[in-house]
Nanobody, 124 residues
Framework: QVQLVESGGGLVQAGGFLRLSCAASGGTFRNYHMGWFRQAPGKEREFVAVIMPSGGSTYYANSMKGRFTISRDNAKNTVYLQMNNLKPEDTAVYYC?????????????????WGQGTQVTVSS
């Protein structure tokens, strides 16, 4: 059983930045693909980014490319999401998730473990 705890959310002005962290415990972190998803009020959960177990490859949703960077530190069992040039439409609850399989990494269904989420609010 893997426990995931996100942190780093908050209120920021448009154009600002935040760095989210997700600390994992209770499992072998380096075995999992780690994803970030977000969910805005009234909308479906949306893929943000994913990083391979080794950290060697990353993939992003098109709207986040160039603004968001996912990274991981397997020694610290932590995955990060650096978010720059934030926009009001980035306002959402951000979740990290862990998945053993490499299939369909951009789909929220199929992830094995989820954190409780952290709120990001971007004011205009």
């Amino acid at each position: 059983q893997v426990q995931l705890v996100e942190s780093g959310g908050g209120l920021v002005q448009a154009g600002g930045f935040l760095r989210l962290s997700c600390a994992a415990s209770g499992g072998t972190f380096r075995n999992y693909h780690m994803g970030w998803f977000r969910q805005a009020p009234g909308k479906e959960r949306e893929f943000v980014a994913v990083i391979m177990p080794s950290g060697g490859s990353t993939y992003y949703a098109n709207s986040m490319k160039g603004r968001f960077t996912i990274s991981r530190d397997n020694a610290k069992n932590t995955v990060y999401l650096q978010m720059n040039n934030l926009k009001p439409e980035d306002t959402a609850v951000y979740y990290c998730a862990a998945k053993a399989s490499s299939w369909y990494l951009s789909r929220s269904t199929g992830y094995d473990y989820w954190g409780q989420g952290t709120q990001v609010t971007v004011s205009s």
